[in-house]
């Protein structure tokens, strides 16, 4: 399955392909603030479908998630691995077109203090 998101204007798009079996929500400093349910996805199955600089990039701590928000809205739709073995998007899974977040489990990642 194809699933197509998107940041609440527009300007960063993206799809990516396979099925979404579960998704976590995180307790660090800055999900906590804006709340996103993610779930993870190979880099190889992400595909933007606008240019990249209309996300900005902010990273913080260790600095082990490029988290992208949009330029214009500021909706995060998505964040990077910045671990060059680990080739992960997390897809924020509110920002999913057409997509039930209740039919997927939901768990809790302690990620204040990872």
């Known amino acids: ?4 998101g998107s940041c609440h204007c527009g300007a960063v798009a993206f799809e990516f392909e396979g099925d979404i079996d579960a998704a976590i929500t995180c307790n660090c400093s800055i999900c906590s603030r804006k709340a996103p349910v993610l779930t993870a ?5 992400f595909r933007l479908l606008t240019a990249e600089d209309a996300a900005a990039t902010y990273t913080f701590n260790k600095h082990a998630i490029r988290h992208r928000f ?3 809205c500021g909706i ?3 964040g990077e691995s910045g671990d060059a073995d680990d080739a992960s998007i997390y897809v924020n899974l509110r920002c999913l077109q057409d997509f039930d977040l209740a039919s997927v489990p939901i768990h809790a990642f302690d990620g204040r203090s990872a």
């Open 1 to 4: 399955m194809i699933h197509k």
């Open 70 to 72: 949009c330029r214009t």
């Open 41 to 45: 996805i190979t880099r190889d199955r």
């Open 76 to 78: 995060h739709p998505y």
